[in-house]
């Protein structure tokens, strides 16, 4: 999927902020980390923090969580404020390139 597909999408959905807080969250989950649905860059994963525990999130933190999850992740970055689509979900990007032997215990949105 790419940039017009998820046009689509986002003009298809009203709240779509909400729709993407009941399908990324369960009922206990404080953050998830997801293959982006809609890749800008290969191996493309997104780690988004429940709003409700945002305060206890800082990009340090974020950034210490995913090395020690996916010691070979690299890439991480959170888009500037001009630059974001979804705004009321913290999320930083980072790309988890394969390593044989390693495969990522990831869940996905599909």
Do not use: C
């Amino acid at each position: 999927m790419g940039r017009i597909e998820y046009q689509q999408v986002r003009r298809r959905i009203k709240s779509y902020e909400t729709y993407l807080l009941t399908k990324l969250f369960g009922p206990h989950d404080a953050f998830v980390v997801l293959p982006n649905a809609y890749p800008y860059l290969p191996f493309h994963y997104v780690f988004w923090v429940h709003p409700k525990y945002k305060k206890y999130y800082s990009f340090t933190r974020i950034k210490s969580m995913i090395y020690t999850l996916y010691p070979h992740a690299t890439n991480l970055f959170e888009n500037p404020q001009i630059r974001k689509s979804i705004f009321g979900i913290r999320h930083v990007h980072f790309q988890l390139i394969p390593v044989i032997g390693r495969y990522p215990k990831i869940k996905s949105l599909v």
